[in-house]
């Protein structure tokens, strides 16, 4: 049966991490995989998490399965959290997923048995993941421009350019903020753009919303995810709770669905929780029931998001000891863009070559195209990859 199999090709984001586990050298840096660590270079469980997980311990009275949809409960505190007051949440709904990855594959998967031939356009470059999860789903993937890789920030005129030629066959693929792995956020004006052309066009929004309140902040970074979302007939939305609330091993996410009517919305759910019914069946309950009981609770709440402002404030600051590190490296300004980016990452323009003499020289380990995980470095580290990046990539 199997052994005409050959083994499956390195992941090239864990396979880094390893490489940077086995390294001997003590002075190393691992920028590449993508997860928040705090000063101490520790991913930390929230205090609020463990706080909700108190609780859980003291009240849960089942572990009886909950339902194909997840947790109703999850589901609509969620909605919430992305839409705010607007008004497109009467005819939206949600199906809890196996993170957002879950819910970026069971979305594709609809898209599929709704429209064999519909082609989803991202971004270049986009998240190492989407393509395969949408290609394993069947569905056709192009890519709009994106990055200016001048710049370093996002060519808005271009990526116009191309979404002005698409149509009712077509799936656009946003990040909702804290783009991955650029750092390059599209502006306020752009989304305008996009959802002035769905309108016009046909074409329908998925927005995958990884970082919620990693960029500027939680209400700041569904600003344009929730213009779009008033003005456009349809969108589908993936969701994560893996960044802004730690709980990245408990598969915690979101697939939203949002079309003319509720009945529609509704309707295109059940065949998502059929997908689901034939694949794992129904999502893993804890990380949801922990993010329920935070955001059910007001206090709990407050007390999370002020976490969630710790973790961005500290990324924000890594950010700017860089740039300055840079400036005084290099003396020159070619790194400032590190600070106008959001999130985790960046994508930093270092080559092939250049990745290769940061790992085999310096021992910091990012990305194959550059990208640097932000999140993962501790200001007491800024100064030695200073030394190493102006020392491999100053001209
Ligand atoms: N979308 C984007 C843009 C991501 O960066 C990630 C994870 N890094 C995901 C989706 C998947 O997240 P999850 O852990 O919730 O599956």
């Not at 947790?71 to 959290?81: D, G, Q, S, V």
């Not at 029931?289 to 999370?304: G, M, N, P, S, Y």
Request: charged share 20%; hydrophobic share 40%; glycine share 8%.
């Amino acid at each position: 049966m199997f052994s005409h199999l050959i083994p499956a090709a390195k992941d090239p984001i864990l396979s880094q991490s390893l490489a940077c586990l086995q390294d001997a050298r003590t002075n190393k840096l691992d920028l590449g995989v993508g997860v928040y660590r705090n000063e101490q270079g520790v991913t930390p469980v929230l205090q609020s998490v463990k706080r909700a997980e108190e609780r859980l311990l003291n009240t849960q009275e089942s572990k009886g399965y909950v339902g194909l949809a997840g947790c109703e409960r999850f589901n609509n505190a969620m909605i919430e959290l992305l839409l705010g007051e607007n008004s497109s949440r009467s005819r939206a709904v949600a199906v809890q997923t196996p993170g957002a990855s879950g819910a970026l594959r069971l979305l594709a998967d609809v898209i599929v048995m709704a429209n064999p031939s519909a082609k989803i356009w991202m971004s270049d470059l986009s998240y190492a993941n989407h393509a395969p999860i949408m290609k394993t789903a069947g569905v056709e993937v192009a890519y709009y421009p994106y990055f200016d890789p001048q710049t370093k920030m996002v060519n808005e005129t271009a990526m116009l350019a191309t979404l002005s030629t698409l149509g009712k066959n077509d799936v656009v693929l946003l990040h909702g903020c804290c783009h991955n792995p650029t750092g390059a956020d599209l502006s306020y004006r752009a989304w305008q753009s996009i959802t002035e052309m769905a309108n016009a066009q046909g074409f329908l929004p998925f927005i995958d919303m990884a970082y919620q309140g990693f960029g500027d902040g939680m209400e700041e970074d569904a600003a344009g995810f929730r213009y779009l979302a008033e003005r456009v007939p349809a969108y589908l939305v993936a969701s994560s709770c893996s960044k802004n609330f730690g709980l990245y091993r408990e598969r915690t996410g979101l697939a939203v669905i949002a079309s003319d009517t509720l009945q529609q919305s509704e309707c295109i759910k059940s065949r998502i929780m059929e997908c689901a019914r034939s694949s794992y069946t129904m999502p893993p309950d804890h990380g949801a029931a922990i993010v329920r009981t935070i955001l059910e609770d007001q206090a709990l709440k407050e007390f999370w998001l002020t976490e969630v402002t710790q973790m961005r404030q500290r990324i924000q600051g890594v950010r700017s000891s860089l740039v300055d590190a840079m400036k005084i490296q290099t003396g020159t300004h070619q790194f400032d863009f590190i600070a106008q980016h959001k999130g985790m990452f960046s994508v930093i323009g270092a080559s092939a070559d250049q990745v290769t003499r940061l790992r085999e020289q310096f021992g910091v380990y990012l990305v194959d195209g550059g990208r640097i995980n932000l999140a993962g470095l501790k200001e007491s580290d800024v100064p030695f990859l200073a030394g190493a990046l102006s020392e491999v990539m100053a001209p």
